[in-house]
């Protein structure tokens, strides 16, 4: 068990729907991470958050947007989902977003758009 | 930019056979190199990490060799069982430049048969 938790662990919705993803980070982290993962493409950083704050953005489509809370939880918003957007989505978390920090990962929630 | 190349799964071998899986990266500077594992239905497991040349990671009898001059970071393992049956995906985090994402090989499929 990594520490980090992800809520819900499955997600099946209708294309169109907006649906919201929660990450908690570890104890004490202040970094954390949303990748995508799916067939297609493989593993995939979407966007890292540092104590509230965006630190960076990969490829996130327009339709997602993230946020961390004050109380570090974070949460990844997609919206006018399509059926590409079916994947498995994982957050991870580390303690400063420094490059030498270890990124622990969540199970993961899996996204099915129907 | 920043590119990590895997060998193709899926790998099959018997109990107590050796492993190689190989993994070669494309980046400027010297990143870290990390190999993460995902048993069927989890999450990611950091397995291992590098963070300079000719750095050693070891975990679980696995180990990899942080190779600057083949820019390789090959995964062995010399007793495979039944439970090293998973995903093994090989990754690297650049040390400057390129925020703190961790850029993903495919991943390779493992299977070990008794």
């Known amino acids: 068990d990594s520490g980090v938790t992800q809520t819900p662990k499955h997600l099946i919705t209708a294309t169109g729907q907006r649906v919201t993803l929660r990450c908690s980070p570890r104890?004490?982290?202040?970094?954390v991470y949303w990748y995508q993962q799916s067939l297609d493409q493989g593993l995939q950083f979407l966007i890292h958050?540092?104590?509230?704050?965006?630190?960076a953005k990969g490829n996130i489509l327009e339709r997602f947007s993230a946020q961390q809370f004050p109380d570090l939880h974070s949460e990844l918003n997609l919206s006018s989902l399509e059926l590409g957007d079916s994947a498995l989505y994982f957050c991870?978390?580390?303690?400063?977003?420094?490059?030498?920090?270890?990124?622990?990962f969540g199970p993961g929630t899996r996204l099915t758009v129907l | 930019g920043n590119s990590v190349t895997q060998m193709e799964g899926p790998v099959t071998l018997s109990e107590e056979a050796f492993l190689t899986i190989n993994c070669t990266y494309t980046?400027?500077?010297?990143?870290?190199l990390f190999w993460y594992v995902q048993y069927p239905g989890e999450g990611l497991q950091l397995l291992l990490k590098?963070?300079?040349?000719?750095d050693k990671g070891s975990n679980k009898g696995f180990e990899a060799t942080y190779r600057k001059e083949t820019t390789s970071f090959h995964l062995e393992k010399g007793s495979v069982q039944v439970s090293d049956s998973a995903v093994y995906f090989c990754?690297?985090?650049?040390?400057?430049?390129?925020?703190?994402?961790?850029?993903f090989g495919t991943g390779t499929q493992l299977k070990v048969e008794l």
């Open positions: 991870a978390s580390s303690k400063l977003g420094l490059a030498s920090d270890t990124q622990y």
């Open positions: 104890s004490g982290d202040l970094s």
């Open positions: 958050y540092y104590n509230g704050e965006e630190r």
């Open positions: 980046a400027t500077g010297y990143p870290s």
């Open positions: 590098a963070t300079k040349a000719d």
């Open positions: 990754a690297l985090r650049p040390l400057t430049g390129g925020g703190n994402k961790l850029t």
